[in-house]
């Protein structure tokens, strides 16, 4: 008889782990508290509108290849993935914005035209980039890091001192550029990773080359198609999956799990991964003995944003739009400053507007737009609906603005969602809605482990342990954690 393993939470590390384990021989359940598979990356309906409620950027492809392939399939297989050009489009304000193109000629061409000359410090950027990208997700990121010792090899070492890791993000991106427009271009995605570009290694410059040289991509019906595709493979492979089940404890005896109990019924395992929040797994499913670290360490944790999240559905199109949009037409460092280091509600926050439908007609009536609004906050903040309101017509304002006439007006379906949204369909620790900030202290084996130090059957994976959060670290987090699992529980 296989071992039995029992993942908590269908999100993309859950579904991950999972299908990995069942190609591995193991009997695999996942149970899933949401009435749906997806976690973050959820979707819902309304007015005839089709919206993804979280994930929405498709980056390094390369990630979803491997891990289809690791199952003989690829993504083409369970979705039709287009790449967006220009890859997106940033406001700087009312009469003044860019729109990022695709190939890397007319990139450079971009850069030459802000600021003369930039165009070969980008293209040696980048350079550098790839070496970094090269070597953090084809190497780094696949470590367990559950000692130092897996960093200790002699070309490990070299690797390390050639990855800016104690480089901050915002002094090597000015040895290459002075114009703050194009700083803003080169340090905005750091905004999503936890810490502002001072705070950040420089290593983390391989998000430029994966936004930039692998390109910005969608997949035809939207985000959720990835967990569509998902979860049909994971059936193939014989993973259960159970919807509407949440978990309520698991049971241990001595220093083993034995079973899950969820409010619908117990489960027996032999092997059981967390994939639902950390923090909360470990508060409230385990008991405090048998807990990996105390709340003390949870509350020097240095988190990324959540966000407050509008889904808007509009009765006409929108012009000026693209399908990515960036509004940088405030400060980027008070922002910045108000999401990590002074954290409270932003006095003039950045924000980020999504038209999906600009790609893809099937997520909104024929003439009217699909419209997705994300402000970067900080954690742990009180969302209640005044706030919210004050918000929306903060940034509708700036919209409108830009594309020169009313949204509001032709608004027929509004939906908010925030730091409460997140404690209650996720039980995100702090209303988080990224994981952990990438900061030093916070790399490899210095984020909370992928195992339990004390229940030697219970693992995690996702975006609170390594490799960190995102979707492409959550699929390889839940690919390391089955390849840790059947070390130590092989298969009979």
């Given at each position: 008889?296989?071992?039995?393993?029992?993942?908590?939470?269908?999100?993309?590390?859950?579904?991950?782990?999972?299908?990995?384990?069942?190609?591995?021989?193991?009997?695999?359940?996942?149970?899933?508290?949401?009435?749906?598979?997806?976690?973050?990356?959820?979707?819902?309906?309304?007015?005839?509108?089709?919206?993804?409620?979280?994930?929405?950027?498709?980056?390094?492809?390369?990630?979803?290849?491997?891990?289809?392939?690791?199952?003989?399939?690829?993504?083409?297989?369970?979705?039709?993935?287009?790449?967006?050009?220009?890859?997106?489009?940033?406001?700087?304000?009312?009469?003044?914005?860019?729109?990022?193109?695709?190939?890397?000629?007319?990139?450079?061409?971009?850069?030459?035209?802000?600021?003369?000359?930039?165009?070969?410090?980008?293209?040696?950027?980048?350079?550098?980039?790839?070496?970094?990208?090269?070597?953090?997700?084809?190497?780094?990121?696949?470590?367990?890091?559950?000692?130092?010792?897996?960093?200790?090899?002699?070309?490990?070492?070299?690797?390390?001192?050639?990855?800016?890791?104690?480089?901050?993000?915002?002094?090597?991106?000015?040895?290459?550029?002075?114009?703050?427009?194009?700083?803003?271009?080169?340090?905005?995605?750091?905004?999503?990773?936890?810490?502002?570009?001072?705070?950040?290694?420089?290593?983390?410059?391989?998000?430029?080359?994966?936004?930039?040289?692998?390109?910005?991509?969608?997949?035809?019906?939207?985000?959720?198609?990835?967990?569509?595709?998902?979860?049909?493979?994971?059936?193939?492979?014989?993973?259960?999956?159970?919807?509407?089940?949440?978990?309520?404890?698991?049971?241990?005896?001595?220093?083993?799990?034995?079973?899950?109990?969820?409010?619908?019924?117990?489960?027996?395992?032999?092997?059981?991964?967390?994939?639902?929040?950390?923090?909360?797994?470990?508060?409230?499913?385990?008991?405090?003995?048998?807990?990996?670290?105390?709340?003390?360490?949870?509350?020097?944790?240095?988190?990324?944003?959540?966000?407050?999240?509008?889904?808007?559905?509009?009765?006409?199109?929108?012009?000026?739009?693209?399908?990515?949009?960036?509004?940088?037409?405030?400060?980027?460092?008070?922002?910045?400053?108000?999401?990590?280091?002074?954290?409270?509600?932003?006095?003039?926050?950045?924000?980020?507007?999504?038209?999906?439908?600009?790609?893809?007609?099937?997520?909104?009536?024929?003439?009217?737009?699909?419209?997705?609004?994300?402000?970067?906050?900080?954690?742990?903040?009180?969302?209640?609906?005044?706030?919210?309101?004050?918000?929306?017509?903060?940034?509708?304002?700036?919209?409108?603005?830009?594309?020169?006439?009313?949204?509001?007006?032709?608004?027929?379906?509004?939906?908010?969602?925030?730091?409460?949204?997140?404690?209650?369909?996720?039980?995100?620790?702090?209303?988080?809605?990224?994981?952990?900030?990438?900061?030093?202290?916070?790399?490899?084996?210095?984020?909370?482990?992928?195992?339990?130090?004390?229940?030697?059957?219970?693992?995690?994976?996702?975006?609170?342990?390594?490799?960190?959060?995102?979707?492409p670290p959550s699929l390889i987090s839940g690919l390391v954690v089955a390849d840790e699992v059947a070390k130590e529980y092989p298969v009979?």
């Amino acid at each position: 008889m296989p071992q039995r393993v029992l993942v908590i939470g269908a999100g993309f590390s859950g579904l991950s782990v999972a299908t990995s384990l069942a190609q591995k021989g193991y009997d695999v359940t996942i149970v899933e508290k949401n009435e749906m598979a997806g976690g973050r990356a959820r979707v819902f309906q309304a007015n005839g509108f089709t919206f993804d409620m979280g994930p929405s950027w498709y980056w390094m492809p390369d990630v979803f290849e491997t891990y289809f392939g690791r199952f003989g399939k690829k993504p083409a297989d369970y979705y039709d993935l287009v790449r967006l050009d220009p890859s997106y489009k940033v406001v700087f304000g009312p009469t003044d914005a860019v729109d990022l193109p695709a190939n890397i000629t007319e990139l450079t061409a971009l850069f030459n035209s802000i600021e003369p000359g930039s165009g070969a410090q980008l293209t040696e950027f980048l350079r550098q980039a790839a070496y970094k990208y090269d070597v953090g997700i084809n190497k780094f990121v696949w470590k367990p890091s559950r000692s130092i010792t897996e960093f200790m090899s002699v070309k490990l070492l070299y690797d390390v001192t050639r990855l800016d890791v104690f480089q901050s993000f915002a002094s090597h991106a000015r040895k290459f550029f002075t114009n703050p427009k194009l700083l803003q271009l080169i340090e905005f995605p750091i905004l999503f990773l936890g810490a502002t570009p001072q705070n950040t290694p420089a290593m983390y410059s391989l998000m430029n080359y994966a936004e930039m040289a692998l390109g910005t991509w969608y997949p035809m019906g939207g985000m959720h198609k990835i967990i569509e595709g998902m979860v049909a493979l994971a059936e193939e492979q014989g993973v259960k999956i159970l919807l509407n089940q949440t978990v309520e404890h698991i049971e241990t005896t001595q220093n083993k799990a034995k079973r899950v109990r969820t409010d619908k019924g117990v489960f027996e395992a032999d092997v059981i991964v967390g994939s639902a929040d950390y923090n909360h797994i470990e508060t409230a499913l385990v008991d405090p003995a048998k807990r990996n670290y105390d709340d003390s360490y949870w509350a020097k944790r240095v988190m990324a944003p959540s966000s407050l999240l509008f889904y808007l559905g509009v009765s006409k199109r929108i012009p000026k739009l693209e399908h990515h949009n960036l509004f940088f037409d405030e400060d980027f460092g008070l922002h910045a400053q108000e999401i990590y280091e002074t954290p409270k509600w932003p006095s003039k926050p950045l924000f980020y507007a999504s038209a999906p439908s600009k790609t893809d007609p099937s997520v909104a009536p024929e003439g009217s737009e699909n419209l997705f609004l994300l402000i970067p906050v900080a954690p742990d903040l009180v969302d209640d609906e005044a706030t919210r309101e004050h918000y929306y017509h903060l940034i509708m304002d700036r919209l409108e603005a830009y594309v020169g006439e009313s949204v509001r007006d032709f608004v027929v379906y509004k939906r908010s969602y925030a730091h409460s949204d997140f404690k209650n369909d996720y039980n995100a620790f702090r209303g988080n809605a990224y994981g952990l900030a990438n900061t030093l202290m916070q790399t490899a084996f210095l984020k909370p482990s992928l195992k339990n130090k004390k229940v030697s059957n219970l693992f995690y994976t996702g975006q609170l342990t390594v490799p960190g959060p995102g979707v492409p670290p959550s699929l390889i987090s839940g690919l390391v954690v089955a390849d840790e699992v059947a070390k130590e529980y092989p298969v009979a």
